[in-house]
């Protein structure tokens, strides 16, 4: 077998999956159908590897195989192709291992689900839609991509379709999606009227000799490719739920776990950022729209990372950790450090992934439930959940040894550590680096602060889930609803209860916290390998001293980007800055929750303005219902009742309608039926007639 047959093998392997599943999965049976896709997935993550591998240490160089035509209108040339290089190797490693280990925890936990087939051709829809996305050689392909992780992520979200809160989390993910989407598809527009073509192998060598073109807009003069980069970035800001376009995230939990950590942690949530670092030739000349990436990311870094503060369920914890992390590499990119920005995705893939399926252990443990108030004391219960989520904590954390020569710490370590450097280092470039810098260092202690506290309230303190089983004891009527979940948590908006959506797959009664089947575990300890040991095994390659090799002109920096070689030259304290602020919000979050067990309950409890503006999120749901939903509906019924009914039709069809109707109204009186009325009518007649026919005489 050739080794490009290979590839495109690996590539649609979901796709047949998928299909097979999809079209037959209920003939097929549940077991078939999960063994089916997990073993496509597994062969894709073989390919993926080896891929990867031969691009790092077998010499491999880039090339692009050429399916099918895929869309050809006149000039508009896109063919269905897939194209293999540094950044497509590194998303195919990243989208692979992350899926096929999420398909083989889903054995376990979607278990008692009677929709596993679905569910699995949903997840492996998935995974082809994020490889089209990543292996694209021109902007259609990238779209087609961009737009199925779109639709399959509408479908894993609300695949409880019974559940309102999944069905309106998933209209929402999908609706404020297509917001940033359309600033995508005008993007490419941009592109394709500036240059003529979509292909990136064509396009990207003519954007130097296009950098001073330009637009006259309200008598001032406009950027073109500032104009295609903020576009293009607005479609990033959709996908990767960044400042304004974020919060369809944290409603994305309504999904099951694993579909949680798929999107969160490897596929459509990190698609912005590789649209982003894939085009560096543009954004390299195009500065205005570079300052608002890094802005943008810096601020959505403290946003998510504030949030994340006062929320009680661990699954959105972790998707606010998430959003922080994402603006950790978007503003990597907007000051120019490209490499630093794929380095954290990659690394940020093992243990996001590791703390979302670790969370989903911990619900699966304690049957379903989700607020980490009802938690505590589970590290005896759950060692190995407990032990994996240690480790994607001290990796989230960055915790580790810092230094120019030397330096040591697990996966987010290398990659943040890296990130805030490159972000010092830009300061001589870029207007945003002192400001991404120190937002990036606060931000790291907020991420302390909550991950530690995550473990705290989950695994450690007084175990709350025993109040919860004495109550149910000495009340059979409270054990009838923890079976039913009726009641979930009004203050946390129904997310506390019911992971799983389906009332009969409720535990029966108040059942000790157990340790999920080791189908569920081999996954966490495969991940845990990547959260402790990939940033240490690549970091020579993403940012150290053979970073050019490995790109191998797959990431562009322009002559004067300096950014990554001057970021390994900073001064000592700036290396130990990240240590020394993470290491606060780590001791703030011992002295809270372990050495003052129940003074943040009583501060939270007082609900204080601080913490109500956190809680809610900054207040963005409701300011957005507010001035668009309500807004919308607003305008909407403008334009029906008053323009449309009253004005259009009023004037219109409806008027000419009533005038008719009052005119024949009118008539109709004149037929009386009297002969002396018509003889009159006559008379008067004959009268007009003679008195016209005498004018015209006399005339």
């Known amino acids: 077998m050739s080794f490009e047959l290979l590839v495109i093998l ?330 630093a920005a794929m380095f954290h995705l990659f690394t940020h893939a093992f243990f996001k992934a590791l703390l979302f399926l670790g969370a989903g252990s911990v619900i699966h443990g304690m049957h379903h439930e989700q607020d980490m108030r009802k938690m505590g004391g589970l590290w005896k219960l759950l060692p190995v959940t407990y032990a994996v989520m240690m480790i994607g904590t001290i990796a989230i954390t960055g915790l580790g040894i810092p230094g120019h020569e030397f330096k040591f710490g697990f996966a987010g370590f290398y990659s943040k550590d890296s990130i805030l450097e490159s972000a010092f280092a830009s300061a001589n470039y870029s207007p945003a680096g002192l400001f991404v810098f120190f937002i990036g260092l606060f931000a790291a202690g907020l991420t302390a602060y909550y991950s530690w506290r995550l473990i705290f309230m989950t695994f450690h303190n007084k175990p709350a889930w025993k109040d919860a089983e004495h109550a149910a004891h000495d009340d059979h009527a409270s054990a009838a609803q923890l079976e039913t979940h009726s009641e979930p948590l009004a203050d946390d908006h129904a997310h506390a209860h019911d992971d799983h959506g389906h009332g009969d797959h409720g535990h029966h009664g108040p059942l000790k916290p157990h340790e999920s089947p080791w189908v569920m575990l081999v996954p966490l300890l495969l991940l845990s390998v990547g959260a402790v040991a990939s940033g240490f095994a690549f970091y020579e390659y993403f940012v150290g001293h053979h970073e050019h090799d490995f790109w191998r002109g797959a990431i562009f920096t322009a002559a004067d980007n300096h950014v990554l070689h001057d970021s390994h030259e900073v001064p000592t304290w700036v290396l130990w800055a990240p240590l020394v602020v993470s290491g606060i919000g780590t001791l703030a979050a011992i002295w809270l929750y372990v050495l003052k067990e129940g003074l943040a309950r009583r501060l939270a409890d007082r609900k204080g303005p601080l913490w109500t503006f956190l809680y809610n999120k900054w207040f963005f749901d409701e300011l957005y219902d507010l001035f668009f939903v309500k807004g919308a509906r607003v305008l909407g019924d403008f334009f029906w009742k008053i323009c449309d009914v009253r004005i259009i039709d009023g004037l219109g069809p409806n008027g000419a309608a009533w005038a008719a109707l009052k005119s024949a109204g009118r008539l109709a009186r004149v037929q009386s039926g009297y002969v002396y009325h018509y003889a009159f009518v006559m008379l008067i007649g004959v009268a007009v007639l003679l008195a016209f026919a005498l004018n015209a005489w006399g005339a």
């Open 10 to 339: 690996g590539v649609f392997a979901p796709l047949l999956g998928a299909a097979v599943v999809g079209f037959f999965g209920r003939r097929l049976g549940d077991i078939p159908s999960q063994a089916i896709t997990t073993g496509l997935l597994f062969f894709s993550c073989a390919v993926a590897w080896i891929v990867f591998s031969q691009w790092t240490w077998g010499g491999l160089e880039a090339f692009t195989i050429r399916l099918a035509p895929f869309i050809n209108v006149g000039d508009f040339q896109s063919a269905w192709s897939i194209r293999i290089d540094a950044l497509s190797a590194v998303m195919l490693v990243v989208v692979t291992s992350v899926s096929s280990l999420v398909h083989l925890y889903s054995w376990g936990y979607m278990a008692e689900d009677d929709s596993r087939p679905r569910f699995f051709a949903y997840l492996s829809l998935f995974t082809f839609a994020m490889l089209a996305l990543v292996t694209a050689a021109d902007f259609m392909q990238l779209f087609f991509g961009w737009e199925g992780v779109g639709l399959a992520s509408y479908l894993l979200i609300g695949f409880w379709y019974k559940k309102p809160t999944a069905s309106a989390a998933a209209i929402k993910a999908f609706v404020v999606n297509r917001v940033g989407d359309f600033g995508f598809a005008l993007g490419i527009i941009t592109v394709f009227w500036m240059f003529g073509t979509i292909e990136f192998a064509e396009l990207f060598p003519l954007i130097a000799s296009r950098e001073n073109t330009g637009w006259v807009f309200l008598n001032h003069d406009w950027s073109a490719l500032d104009l295609a980069g903020v576009l293009l970035f607005i479609g990033a800001m959709g996908k990767s739920a960044q400042f304004f376009l974020h919060t369809w995230l944290p409603d994305a939990m309504e999904g099951p776990t694993p579909v949680s950590a798929l999107i969160h942690a490897a596929t459509m949530v990190t698609a912005g950022v590789y649209m982003v670092c894939l085009l560096s030739p543009i954004y390299e000349y195009a500065p205005t729209a570079s300052l608002l990436i890094a802005i943008t990311g810096g601020i959505t870094a403290l946003f998510a990372a504030t949030v994340g503060l006062a929320q009680n369920d661990i699954k959105r914890v972790i998707a606010y950790s998430t959003c922080s992390q994402l603006g950790y590499m978007f503003f990597a990119a907007g000051v120019g450090a490209y490499q």
